[in-house]
C-alpha cells in the first residue's frame, strides 16, 4: 500500500468509530507495523489533521474535520455502484432514479484510473424487483418519515379485512419480495410492521407525532431482537 492511500485508510479508520483506537488495532487492520502508524499519525497530525490521543493510549479523530469529496479506493466504488445497483431495482423510482445519477456522479468525478470499476464492476444486483408494487407514494412516506409526522394508513390484512390507523412512520425495510414499512401504531399502542402493498390509502398529516424522531427510533430498534408483528 502506498503511504498517501494508507495515510487515507488511517483517517477513515478512525472516523467510523467513537472510542480511542490504539495502533496495535490500526496496524493490525491495515497490515502494517505499528511503528509505522506511530510515524503515519504523526505525519497526519503535523498536516493539522484533528487526531488527539498517545502512544499506548489509543487516537481519535475529533468532530469536525472533513475530506475532499470522492476519495475512494476501489472497493469503496465498488461497494457504492453494488448498492445503487440494488436501489435501481428495488426502491421507488424516485430513488431508483437518484441511485443511477449517483452512479453518473460517481464516474464522472473519479480518477480514469478508477473508472472502470464503475462502468465495469466486478459485482452485480439483481436487476427487477420481483414483489409487488408500492401502494404508497414513497417520496411522500420519506418525507414524513424524516420530519416525524404521522400518516392515516388505511391497510387491508391477508384476509381482506380493512382497518384503517394513525401510524408514526419509522423506516422502510427492503425485502426480497415485499416492501415493509414500520411505525408504531396508535392503534395498537405498539410497533408494527406493513406491507406496502397492501396499503389501501394514505393520508399525509400535517401533525407531528408528540415523541422525538431519534427517541423513537431508539426504541424501535431495542425491539428488534424479536422482530415487531407484522399487521398481516
Do not use: N
Not at 428495488?90 to 478508477?114: G, N
Not at 414483489?131 to 392515516?152: F, N, T
Amino acid at each position: 500500500m502506498r503511504r498517501a492511500d494508507r495515510l487515507f485508510q488511517i483517517i477513515q479508520v478512525l472516523r467510523r468509530t467513537q472510542k480511542p483506537l490504539t495502533a496495535d488495532a490500526i496496524a493490525a487492520e491495515l497490515e502494517t507495523s505499528k511503528r509505522t502508524i506511530y510515524r503515519d499519525i504523526a505525519t497526519l497530525m503535523g498536516q493539522r489533521v484533528p487526531i488527539r490521543g498517545e502512544a499506548g493510549m489509543g487516537y481519535i479523530l475529533e468532530s469536525g474535520f472533513d475530506m475532499p469529496p470522492l476519495m475512494l479506493t476501489p472497493d469503496e466504488i465498488e461497494a457504492a455502484v453494488l448498492g445503487a445497483q440494488w436501489v435501481m431495482g428495488h426502491a421507488d423510482p424516485a430513488l431508483a432514479t437518484a441511485a443511477k445519477d449517483l452512479i453518473a456522479k460517481i464516474a464522472d468525478t473519479v480518477p480514469e484510473r478508477l473508472r472502470p470499476f464503475v462502468l465495469e464492476p466486478a459485482s452485480r444486483a439483481r436487476p427487477h424487483f420481483r414483489g409487488s408494487a408500492d401502494a404508497l407514494d414513497m417520496v411522500q412516506m420519506r418525507a414524513h418519515i424524516h420530519a416525524g409526522k404521522k400518516v392515516r394508513l388505511c391497510y387491508r390484512d391477508e384476509s381482506g379485512r380493512d382497518s384503517e390507523r394513525i401510524i408514526w412512520p419509522i423506516a422502510v425495510g427492503y425485502l426480497e419480495a415485499v416492501r415493509l414499512l414500520a411505525a408504531w401504531c396508535e392503534l395498537r399502542s405498539d410497533f408494527r410492521s406493513f406491507r406496502t402493498d397492501r396499503a389501501v390509502t394514505a393520508e399525509y398529516l400535517d401533525e407531528k407525532y408528540p415523541e422525538r424522531r431519534e427517541v423513537l427510533r431508539t426504541r424501535w430498534r431495542k425491539t428488534l431482537a424479536w422482530e415487531p408483528p407484522t399487521d398481516a
